[in-house]
């Protein structure tokens, strides 16, 4: 089985701040992660994947996420905040890389404030 | 454009009408998939579909039915509509294999009174 939490679902910083929001999984057999975004009225997008070749991870816009199996963590970050990345962010879980076993998180909302 | 067209996007019903939400993409993929997105849940699988004629429960799948008849069309069907399939409904495909990545529709906002 896989499971995927989210800790926090709001998190606020401020325009220029460091972006962390939290993803932890779990997963029997070495897991393929994502991050999703979705802006307001829109469907999701994807912003990185992690398929177990580099670590680090570097998606769209600045963001990047970092596999860290002793943690089972893949946290995403982004050094500094733009009003234009206010969104919920998903993050994903699939123990065979196929989409039909895609396991989602319950979201995190960001707020960046002026 | 590779998309993903959902229809309607915004539809209020009562109690017992049917309704269809028709999906449709232009990317020849195998792989479809229905979510429904609730507040503080995620989103959560319905009904997914490999290829044509080849349909599958999701982790949610009572009130709902689907058909795959032609490679690019997924509708999904609310026989009976209850309140608590009041939901944003997302549609979504890919290739098959690998780390697919999903590309989604833009959602249907669906309200049963």
């Known amino acids: 089985a896989q499971s995927v939490t989210q800790l926090g679902s709001h998190v606020s910083v401020s325009e220029g701040a460091l972006v962390l929001l939290r993803c932890n999984y779990s997963?029997?057999?070495?897991?393929?992660l994502f991050w999703y975004v979705q802006y307001p009225n829109q469907g999701l997008q994807l912003l990185l994947k992690?398929?177990?070749?580099?670590?680090l991870v570097k998606g769209i816009n600045g963001f990047e996420a970092e596999f860290k199996k002793s943690e089972t963590s893949f946290h995403l970050t982004k050094p500094s905040a733009h009003m234009r990345d206010a969104a919920e962010y998903f993050c994903?879980?699939?123990?065979?890389?196929?989409?039909?076993?895609?396991?989602f998180g319950s979201g995190t909302q960001l707020t960046v404030l002026p | 454009e590779a998309q993903v067209t959902q229809n309607p996007r915004y539809l209020i019903t009562v109690t017992g009408k049917k309704l269809t939400v028709t999906c449709s993409q232009n990317m020849n993929h195998e792989y479809m998939s229905w979510y429904r997105q609730d507040p503080g849940l995620g989103l959560r699988q319905i009904y997914y579909s490999m290829n044509v004629e080849v349909t599958d429960k999701g982790d949610v799948p009572e009130g709902y039915k689907v058909s795959r008849k032609e490679k690019r069309n997924f509708p999904l069907i609310l026989e009976s509509p209850s309140p608590n399939q009041t939901s944003l409904y997302f549609c979504?495909?890919?290739?098959?294999?690998?780390?697919?990545?999903?590309?989604f529709g833009a959602g249907s906002r669906l309200t049963v009174l």
């Open positions: 994903a879980v699939s123990s065979s890389g196929s989409a039909r076993q895609l396991t």
């Open positions: 997963s029997s057999v070495p897991p393929y």
């Open positions: 979504a495909s890919s290739f098959q294999g690998g780390a697919n990545v999903l590309t």
């Open positions: 992690y398929t177990s070749a580099a670590t």
